[in-house]
């Protein structure tokens, strides 16, 4: 038979589909919305599996709702800027905006290949200046508002990259790019006040129905509410100091109290800023990143003050007060009180400087005698060797009853924490979006008109210099505001500013004035459906759910909230990982397979050591070229492939012969469709029976059904099963309507899948339908099926019967059964307990 020639068709149809604009969207406000948005990706130059995995997904739910007759809003963009691109411009001397944009147009190119029902009307980059204008002129809006402000503070410092990291861009002590260990260095910088919408920013996610669970508790943690106590600890010492106040979740271990641990920048440290000691020990200190994990996993070290502080429930007890370089000034008062017993970074620091660990927690299960000696015990329990808060239930009973008796003595009170922390936005590099603003000789800001937006970068500088390129270019910093000479700020925004309301201007790609037009937004916001990796849960997200809130503040005709109301998460693509003998990564295209043994291509003497499969990443060089995929075997087989091997959530194991497979699978849905031509023509008057019909309404179901519940993995698996019946029933009596009329309604349903081999075969057939195909509830009800028989409410066997048939009619097929009647024989039935059409329960 003749094969499928998906080159020339796929061709064919991308080409028509630009032609055609066919999936440009339009305000219509007649016709139902639906806005489908997929992860903003940065502009590598190459796409890679995890982009066709994402963006299939997205395709798929478009493309569906399209022919469900909304008006769809399917939009593409880049996350352009970025330190990525400086440093490859530096490496290979080029201007990271031509860099940039070549490599736009490479992967734009690549991804049309896929098929995808893109509206590239709406494409927008986070470098153009008609993007970053709007950006500039949001930010001097939150100025306004005092939502953003500049102070010096102490920062993550990446050594490699010389730029601040957000906390949330500090993985495990390590720069999220550079992988260089982190520091802390204090400047002067630009925040937005996201601490503001604390509250709000957790409210929110009890709203969020359509999200996974899990992203909501991952955000939950990170706002971090917490609850908890003031105190208020007298100092005894040489110095003029008569107390500190601290901040703790649990007062209720204050009998457990061995030391006070202050941050280097408490006021306190004034008083040792001549001290070569302590300068030598704040040094130190700069080592360690400011983010919870650089903190729990570096060293704990302390310079001992010749401070006392006594503990306010038991003034006998005084302890030393150190600074310590696990305390921060902006988390309650740069000053805890550590109770080793019970706090793992506390248990350290006073194993490092043999002060006393005392238990006052002990586990249920435990008795009086218990004693830690390892590790910290934070577990719940009972309070023990704490006078009066002795036999208190930790923590239901003891931090409440705690607090209660430090208010009451004056020496506390009740207080609400927050984790998150304030967004800082500057950051030291050229490749990113200018800050509005600009300063005086004396350092005072100036705000730039928005008249003067957007502020530009320069071009042609040079990249390599040390530090921030910006502040070397005297004459671009160089500005004239109201006959006033100043000096633009050098700092650029942090990419993430620019993904935190991409979403919004998809909505109005061309608006000139402003960022949006409040139309449109009212229109299609919020995105109806995000998918992303859930790598995306705290930043992307986070961040864009407070920038809704930052432009809404004090704004009446805006006051859109959330963002996204629905949330999907995909799963990722993994692939084998290969090392030669040396260690070093191997990429499959340098292996050979001899004898089912792997070897390296160039050099076939050196086996392969292979390891285990894990997410596809150059740096392990495990990665499959999408472009290769979709020369070889198609885009219809690369997006088969990629929905069918696993549930969309989960990770999906890329294989040969999984690819393999699709593209066979595809030439017999060829195949068939060349049989269904055929029989056509014979033109039959009548049709054998209705097992074709019906077969083709229970596919429609069951594909409906698991494309609303994101089940596509289960659509293939449908696909598979349509076509071995078609395949076989094809061969007996149908009329030319009723085959044209089924075949119609299977393509139809293929077409978010496969759509040039759909579109194809409409074609063949003459349709002009391009709507989802509506399923007959009569035609799908099954009309024998299985009933259980339970008796006593155990199982005893299964007797087939039609739809619709009645108790006592179910009673007497099992009397006339050989072997369920056995169970009634000499019986007395109480009761019977009969679920129509599926259940019969017998109680004797």
């Not at 305000?27 to 299939?56: D, Q, W």
């Not at 927690?361 to 009086?368: E, Q, R």
Request: charged fraction near 30%; include cysteine.
């Amino acid at each position: 038979m003749e094969r499928y020639n998906f080159k020339l068709i796929e061709e064919k149809w991308q080409k028509h589909w630009e032609d055609n604009k066919t999936f440009s969207s339009k305000i219509n406000k007649a016709k139902k919305k639906f806005y489908c948005l997929e992860m903003f990706p940065y502009p590598s130059g190459k796409i890679h599996m995890g982009h066709v995995r994402n963006y299939t997904i997205g395709d798929v739910l478009a493309r569906y709702k399209s022919l469900q007759g909304f008006n769809v809003l399917h939009p593409m963009g880049w996350d352009s800027f970025g330190m990525p691109a400086e440093n490859a411009a530096k490496q290979n001397n080029l201007d990271p905006k031509i860099w940039t944009e070549n490599n736009i147009e490479n992967m734009k190119t690549q991804l049309k290949k896929l098929g995808l029902s893109i509206d590239w009307d709406r494409e927008i980059s986070t470098c153009s200046e008609d993007y970053y204008k709007h950006q500039q002129n949001f930010f001097l809006e939150l100025l306004e508002k005092k939502l953003v402000y500049r102070k010096e503070n102490y920062v993550n410092w990446d050594p490699v990259d010389e730029t601040v990291l957000a906390n949330e861009q500090v993985i495990d002590g390590k720069g999220w790019r550079s992988g260089a260990p982190v520091e802390r260095k204090k400047l002067n910088q630009w925040f937005f006040n996201i601490s503001k919408f604390s509250q709000d920013l957790l409210d929110g996610l009890d709203q969020l129905e359509k999200w996974p669970n899990k992203v909501k508790v991952m955000q939950k943690n990170w706002i971090g509410k917490s609850f908890g106590c003031e105190i208020e600890f007298k100092i005894e010492g040489n110095l003029p100091i008569d107390n500190i106040k601290c901040f703790t979740t649990r007062p209720d271990t204050l009998f457990g109290f061995s030391f006070l641990a202050l941050s280097t920048d408490h006021e306190i440290s004034k008083f040792y800023k001549d001290d070569p000691e302590f300068k030598k020990f704040r040094e130190e200190c700069s080592k360690t990143g400011t983010t919870e994990e650089a903190i729990a996993v570096g060293d704990k070290i302390g310079f001992k003050t010749s401070l006392l502080a006594i503990n306010p429930l038991d003034p006998n007890q005084k302890v030393p007060v150190y600074f310590a370089n696990f305390v921060l000034m902006d988390y309650g008062f740069g000053a805890v009180f550590g109770c080793p017993a019970h706090d793992q970074r506390d248990f350290d620091f006073a194993k490092k400087y043999d002060l006393e660990i005392k238990t006052v927690v002990k586990p249920n299960d435990a008795d009086d005698a218990f004693k830690v000696m390892d590790e910290a015990y934070s577990g719940s329990g009972i309070i023990i060797n704490s006078k009066f808060l002795n036999g208190l239930k930790v923590p239901d009973q003891s931090v409440i009853e705690t607090i209660n008796l430090l208010e009451q003595k004056k020496i506390g009170k009740k207080k609400i924490n927050f984790r998150l922390k304030d967004w800082g936005i500057s950051r030291q590099r050229y490749w990113g979006c200018p800050i509005p603003v600009a300063y005086d000789s004396n350092g005072n800001v100036y705000p730039i008109p928005k008249s003067m937006l957007p502020i530009k970068l320069p071009s042609d500088i040079d990249l390599k210099v040390k530090g921030n390129p910006l502040d070397g270019q005297d004459d671009w910093k160089k500005i004239v505001i109201n006959g006033k000479t100043l000096s633009r700020e050098t700092d650029t925004l942090d990419t993430f500013v620019c993904s935190s309301w991409y979403y919004l201007r998809f909505c109005s790609p061309t608006n000139s004035e402003y960022g949006f037009t409040k139309n449109e937004i009212d229109y299609w916001m919020p995105v109806d459906q995000y998918i992303g990796g859930i790598e995306h849960a705290i930043l992307h997200l986070l961040y864009s759910r407070f920038f809704m809130r930052a432009l809404s503040h004090e704004n009446e005709s805006f006051q859109i909230k959330e963002p996204f109301d629905g949330l999907f998460t995909q799963g990722m693509v993994c692939h084998e990982t290969y090392k030669d003998p040396d260690g070093n990564w191997i990429s499959p295209e340098e292996i050979e397979t001899i004898n089912g043994i792997k070897y390296l291509k160039k050099d076939n003497t050196k086996k392969i050591k292979v390891g285990p499969s894990e997410s596809m990443s150059k740096s392990k060089k495990n990665t499959i070229d999408p472009e290769n995929i979709i020369t070889n075997y198609g885009a219809d087989a690369a997006r088969l492939f990629i929905l069918s091997d696993s549930p969309p959530h989960k990770d999906v194991q890329w294989s040969e012969d999984g690819i393999n497979s699709s593209f066979k699978f595809i030439q017999k849905l060829w195949s068939l469709n060349l049989k269904v031509l055929e029989k056509i023509k014979n033109n039959k008057l009548n049709d054998q029976d209705e097992e074709l019909t019906k077969e083709t309404n229970k596919f429609i179901k069951k594909v409906t059904e698991n494309l609303e519940n994101f089940s596509y993995n289960k659509i293939i698996a449908n696909m598979h099963e349509i076509y071995s019946f078609w395949n076989k029933q094809i061969e007996n009596s149908y009329s030319k309507e009723t085959i044209i009329e089924n075949f119609e309604k299977i393509l139809l349903s293929f077409m978010p899948v496969i759509p040039h081999f759909s579109n194809e075969c409409l074609k063949l057939i003459n349709s002009k339908n391009f709507q989802w195909p509506i399923y007959s509830d009569k035609l799908v009800q099954e009309e024998v099926g299985n009933i259980v028989i339970q008796v006593n409410g155990k199982k005893r066997g299964l007797i087939q019967s039609e739809k619709g048939t009645t108790e006592d009619e179910i009673l007497e097929k099992i009397s006339k059964d050989e072997k369920l009647s056995k169970y009634l024989y000499q019986q007395k039935i109480k009761r019977k307990i009969y679920i129509k059409g599926k259940l019969i329960n017998i109680i004797v």
